[in-house]
């Protein structure tokens, strides 16, 4: 199934950032803009794998930065450095980089990247979030990675927080897109399950409405810049 644990770090990476990044989107004047912070907890489904590996590689906290555009996420852990991933909703492209690396990964959002099981928006199945009960949506797929059996995430969102429906047709990496027609709006909570390897929930903690600076969402221009493989 796996080789080592060394070579689980890209494969990994990517789908904790995925999927506790897109708790947080694009805004507009009618849409959110700002800063959301995230306490995030992890346990191990694999025997083989400790759960404080998991803690090692993705630390138990993120930071996600919206505008309409643009959004990334930052994350700090003593296995990976600063991890920061920049969405670019316009140009249907993702950027990965980390503070151990003279690299930074691109990778298409336009893509599908598996084979879609279910999307299932949950109406009755609802969790006490932010002052009141909030509906879900769960997506299961069958990721490209062998690895990886698949990946199920259930995510809770808050209407008063609202997306741009338009700019996510296009999200197919992960399907994301298919949250966001159901949605319209950030999520709160992720509940994300990647077999055989680990579970991940993230839990908005502060949503802080303000004015984003362009410079904060730009990566380092002098890193090296090339096509990643796909790591699901």
Same mark, same amino acid.
């Given at each position: 199934?796996?080789?080592?644990?060394?070579?689980?770090?890209?494969?990994?990476?990517?789908?904790?950032?995925?999927?506790?990044?897109?708790?947080?989107?694009?805004?507009?004047?009618?849409?959110?803009?700002?800063?959301?912070?995230?306490?995030?907890?992890?346990?191990?489904?694999?025997?083989?794998?400790?759960?404080?590996?998991?803690?090692?590689?993705?630390?138990?906290?993120?930071?996600?930065? #919206?505008?309409?555009?643009?959004?990334?996420?930052?994350?700090?852990?003593?296995?990976?450095?600063?991890?920061?991933?920049?969405? !670019?909703?316009?140009?249907?492209?993702?950027?990965?980089?980390?503070?151990?690396?003279?690299?930074?990964?691109?990778?298409?959002?336009?893509?599908? @990247?598996?084979?879609?099981?279910?999307?299932?928006?949950?109406?009755?199945?609802?969790?006490?979030?932010?002052?009141?009960?909030?509906?879900? #949506?769960?997506?299961?797929?069958?990721?490209?990675?062998?690895?990886?059996?698949?990946?199920?995430?259930?995510?809770?969102?808050?209407?008063?927080?609202?997306?741009?429906?338009?700019?996510?047709?296009?999200?197919?990496?992960?399907?994301?897109?298919?949250?966001?027609?159901?949605?319209?709006?950030?999520?709160?909570? @992720?509940?994300?399950?990647?077999?055989?390897?680990?579970?991940?929930?993230?839990?908005?903690?502060?949503?802080?409405?303000?004015?984003?600076? !362009?410079?904060?969402?730009?990566?380092?221009?002098?890193?090296?810049?090339?096509?990643?493989? !796909?790591?699901?």
């Amino acid at each position: 199934m796996m080789k080592t644990l060394a070579n689980l770090l890209t494969s990994i990476a990517f789908i904790f950032a995925f999927f506790q990044l897109n708790a947080v989107a694009q805004n507009s004047s009618e849409y959110f803009e700002g800063e959301v912070t995230f306490s995030v907890e992890h346990e191990s489904i694999n025997s083989e794998i400790p759960t404080d590996y998991f803690y090692y590689l993705f630390g138990n906290s993120m930071t996600g930065i #919206v505008t309409e555009k643009k959004y990334k996420t930052i994350t700090k852990s003593l296995g990976l450095g600063i991890s920061t991933t920049y969405y !670019d909703l316009e140009n249907k492209k993702v950027y990965m980089e980390s503070s151990e690396s003279d690299t930074i990964r691109w990778y298409p959002l336009d893509e599908e @990247n598996g084979e879609l099981i279910s999307v299932q928006r949950n109406k009755e199945e609802k969790k006490f979030l932010f002052d009141g009960l909030r509906e879900s #949506v769960t997506i299961e797929y069958i990721p490209n990675n062998p690895n990886i059996e698949r990946i199920v995430g259930t995510f809770y969102f808050h209407p008063d927080y609202k997306l741009n429906k338009e700019l996510y047709a296009n999200h197919k990496y992960s399907f994301w897109n298919l949250f966001i027609n159901e949605s319209g709006s950030i999520s709160i909570r @992720n509940e994300s399950y990647i077999y055989p390897l680990f579970k991940s929930i993230a839990q908005v903690t502060n949503i802080e409405e303000r004015e984003v600076l !362009d410079s904060e969402l730009e990566f380092d221009k002098t890193k090296i810049l090339v096509r990643g493989e !796909d790591p699901f």
